[in-house]
């Protein structure tokens, strides 16, 4: 445990030197008016994916930014949603993918998503846009453009809402060099306010044994994003609550923490980025479609809501 707490406070130590050659007052998103820790909200800001499947649970264990699925032919009806939320609640607006996979088509053609944000840009309800998630740059080439213009349109006809990508980076996408997705799709170069990062630690071996959650990886992706220009007060924890046991049709890899995981997952983070303009449990809703990538998640996992409503709170 020692051993555990000098390498985080090394984390840390590296992370604030790289906060400072990083220049952490340059691009959009970190010095302007729409500024990520200018939330709308008089407290902390507790963001889940998938609150649709079950808002009133949502709500009880302290979600106040719920994701809501804008529509794509009746901004009316968006906006009839986010109105009827209770008060001290606020949405995050899912505008479809961009440049994840597909690389020509985004998820809301650039009509629709204009439509969408006309609507909404004077809705105090509305904290702002979920324009990407996980966006690869190095395949999909526009990628820090296309976001750029979606942000941008966002930011000319709102003083206050907020443009939102989730950027994977790691040796996935970039090998060996490490921050690549981070330096390509920093806000100076998309006009994004908050930059969510997801390093999820806890996982099985390739034989399916549980393996020890591996934090090394949240501090590791914390500042690979500071020393490729994404400000601290930027960044959006996501903490791991989903796990795919049960899952079929594809590999078992990621694991549901167990209580006392999670918890020391929360406290890493929290230690590592203590003023994020919000947090992200990923994932309320359980997934499950062709594949099931997230059988379980915090709807079916009343040990994780436990946690989870001590932490909102």
């Not at 609550?241 to 006392?260: D, H, I, L, N, S």
Request: charged share 15%; proline share 7%; aromatic share 8%.
């Amino acid at each position: 445990m020692r051993a555990a707490r000098a390498a985080l406070a090394a984390t840390v130590a590296a992370v604030a030197v790289a906060a400072v050659g990083a220049g952490c007052g340059s691009g959009h998103g970190a010095g302007s008016g729409h500024g990520a820790g200018s939330g709308h909200g008089a407290g902390p800001l507790h963001f889940a994916s998938g609150t649709n499947a079950n808002q009133k649970l949502a709500l009880s264990l302290g979600f106040n930014l719920v994701d809501v699925t804008g529509s794509q032919t009746d901004p009316a009806a968006t906006k009839a949603t986010v109105d009827a939320l209770p008060d001290g609640v606020q949405a995050l607006i899912w505008v479809g993918n961009l440049d994840n996979t597909d690389c020509t088509t985004p998820g809301y053609e650039t009509p629709r998503f204009r439509s969408l944000v006309n609507a909404l840009a004077h809705d105090g309800k509305v904290y702002g846009y979920y324009l990407s998630d996980e966006p690869h740059p190095l395949m999909c080439t526009n990628a820090a453009a296309d976001i750029r213009a979606r942000a941008d349109y966002v930011h000319a006809r709102s003083d206050s809402q907020k443009a939102f990508i989730v950027v994977q980076d790691g040796s996935g996408p970039c090998g060996a060099r490490l921050g690549c997705e981070f330096r390509a799709l920093r806000p100076a170069k998309t006009d994004v306010d908050v930059v969510g990062l997801d390093p999820y630690p806890c996982h099985y071996d390739e034989a399916g044994n549980a393996v020890p959650c591996a934090y090394d990886l949240i501090g590791e992706r914390v500042a690979a994003a500071v020393a490729n220009g994404v400000p601290l007060r930027a960044i959006a924890p996501l903490y791991q609550e989903f796990g795919q046991e049960a899952r079929v049709g594809g590999p078992m890899y990621y694991r549901t923490p167990k209580p006392a995981e999670l918890s020391r997952m929360l406290d890493t983070w929290g230690t590592l980025v203590p003023h994020a303009p919000f947090d992200f449990a990923y994932t309320f809703g359980v997934q499950c479609s062709s594949t099931c990538p997230a059988p379980q998640a915090i709807e079916n996992r009343p040990e994780l809501q436990r946690l989870v409503r001590a932490h909102n709170r």
